[in-house]
């Protein structure tokens, strides 16, 4: 058996687990997301991928619920990425952005980090300095890479004295 649970969607926008043969809500997606349990929803018919975009209709959702997450200003930026030269390497930035962050998240609400306690001022700034780090560090392998470097000129060789005029 796969390691991976399987999520059929059918035409009718029901979604059944295979794991434990169910129909399922998107709220119980959600709650395979947040218990870090893989998944995959495919459609019933042609077996084609719809994990992601059933993950953007939980986010959407969500959302719509109270304080979101992504303002208006972060979603126009979004949109602007895509078809751009840079769109690969912005999704890898959100998406190392984004595990830095939940790895700091789990750092700042372990009981167990006295410092977050004893000074929530230095956590902050240690935080900070991480960030700032990570963004130095992905920017020059950015522009580090190959194609982005001018190729020097090369120069003629110099003729020899017995070829000189």
Request: proline fraction near 5%; glycine fraction near 2%.
């Amino acid at each position: 058996m796969s390691d991976i649970r399987t999520i059929k969607k059918y035409p009718n926008r029901r979604l059944y687990d295979t794991a434990i043969s169910s129909y399922i809500t998107l709220n119980d997606i959600k709650e395979l997301v947040m218990t870090y349990t893989p998944f995959r929803v495919v459609d019933a018919k042609t077996d084609d991928d719809l994990t992601r975009a059933t993950l953007l209709q939980i986010i959407a959702e969500e959302e719509e619920k109270g304080s979101p997450i992504f303002s208006t200003d972060i979603l126009c930026h979004c949109i602007r990425m895509y078809g751009d030269s840079m769109q690969g390497m912005a999704g890898r930035f959100l998406e190392q952005s984004m595990k830095l962050f939940e790895s700091q998240r789990r750092d700042a609400t372990d009981p167990m980090k006295a410092v977050w306690s004893a000074n929530p001022m230095q956590f902050m700034q240690n935080i900070a300095e991480q960030n700032l780090n990570m963004l130095k560090t992905m920017q020059r392998n950015f522009f580090s890479q190959e194609a982005f470097t001018a190729e020097p000129a090369r120069k003629t060789p110099e003729p020899e004295d017995s070829e000189k005029p």
